[in-house]
């Protein structure tokens, strides 16, 4: 699709019935090109993004359904499967270069450091992977989690790492301390199937709910409410390039955008004034539930001499 703010400007480019079954994930190449999807039928398509062209297939790519795919470089990628199977494959070679079935659930996100070498894995049973895959090997598991991991990012400028989980929990893991997590935070959430990171320190996550939240990470705080698909699971988030709009998609069968721009200047300080438990989100656009008009003043520290850092933010900080 082509999408645009002015009414009427959005249009469909080009489809593709390729797949024989339902198409479980699609990402961009690095340099924008193409488009890669993987799909219920266990195999993996490699499009042009300019006219939807089949450019490459992998049959049977995995043993049983794929379920997420990432392209690390312009030509390494890799997909994970429902049984926990990850493979890494090389397109110069036509091949997989890594193969790996170290967790027992399926693989629901992936995510990768600034150098390409370090894979994260989260998985459905509660456990992160961790593969070097410039040597191609399986380093390590993390202890399992409660619930389902359904999403990884990393933050911190690559020091730390931030998975969500089916039970409306993240938890952070330090780099290169992955064996066991190093804080966690409770949302008022009924899952985090899906994270995006706008800044260093702000994600936006989705859940089951229909909620799109903003979340800062140590301190560890729910800044509030971006938007919503009334009553819909959120299945993807986006963030365009320049952090100004985020994208969205839930099963109400829709894609929206909303203005995210005015996280990447807020700054979030240790002390938090006490606030009300089960109060709503505070609204941080124009079309998010709620009024906004007080977001910035409930942030502000209103007695900046006397205040004591409330530390680095622990499960005491997880109300929203």
């Not at 450019?55 to 926990?84: M, Q």
Request: charged share 25%; net charge negative.
């Amino acid at each position: 699709y082509s999408y645009s703010c002015t009414e009427g400007d959005n249009r469909q480019l080009w489809s593709s019935g390729h797949h024989l079954k339902s198409c479980r994930d699609v990402a961009f190449s690095q340099d924008g090109q193409k488009l890669f999807t993987v799909s219920k039928d266990k195999c993996i398509h490699i499009l042009t993004v300019e006219e939807g062209r089949l450019e490459t297939r992998f049959p049977k790519a995995h043993g049983s359904a794929i379920n997420c795919v990432l392209p690390i470089d312009n030509h390494i990628f890799a997909t994970g499967d429902d049984n926990g199977g990850l493979k890494v494959w090389d397109l110069r070679k036509g091949d997989a270069i890594l193969e790996a079935r170290q967790q027992e659930e399926y693989i629901s996100s992936m995510a990768v450091d600034g150098n390409g070498k370090i894979l994260l894995t989260a998985s459905g049973d509660g456990t992160l992977g961790v593969f070097n895959v410039k040597r191609r090997r399986f380093d390590l598991l993390s202890e399992p989690q409660n619930g389902d991991l359904m999403s990884v990012v990393l933050l911190k400028r690559g020091k730390k790492v931030a998975c969500g989980s089916s039970e409306g929990t993240i938890y952070l893991f330090n780099w290169d301390g992955f064996g066991a997590a190093s804080d966690r935070f409770a949302l008022r959430a009924e899952s985090v199937d899906c994270m995006v990171p706008v800044t260093d320190s702000i994600v936006c996550v989705g859940s089951l709910d229909g909620v799109i939240r903003a979340v800062n990470v140590l301190p560890n705080r729910v800044l509030g409410c971006v938007g919503q698909h009334l009553g819909e699971p959120i299945e993807q988030l986006a963030v365009a390039p320049g952090g100004q709009l985020l994208a969205s998609c839930a099963h109400d069968q829709k894609v929206k955008f909303w203005d995210v721009s005015a996280l990447g200047t807020m700054v979030v300080d240790d002390y938090r004034r006490k606030k009300k438990k089960g109060g709503p989100l505070r609204a941080l656009s124009a079309k998010a539930p709620g009024t906004g008009k007080d977001f910035f003043a409930d942030l502000r520290d209103e007695d900046e001499t006397g205040a004591a850092a409330a530390g680095s933010g622990s499960d005491s900080d997880s109300s929203d």
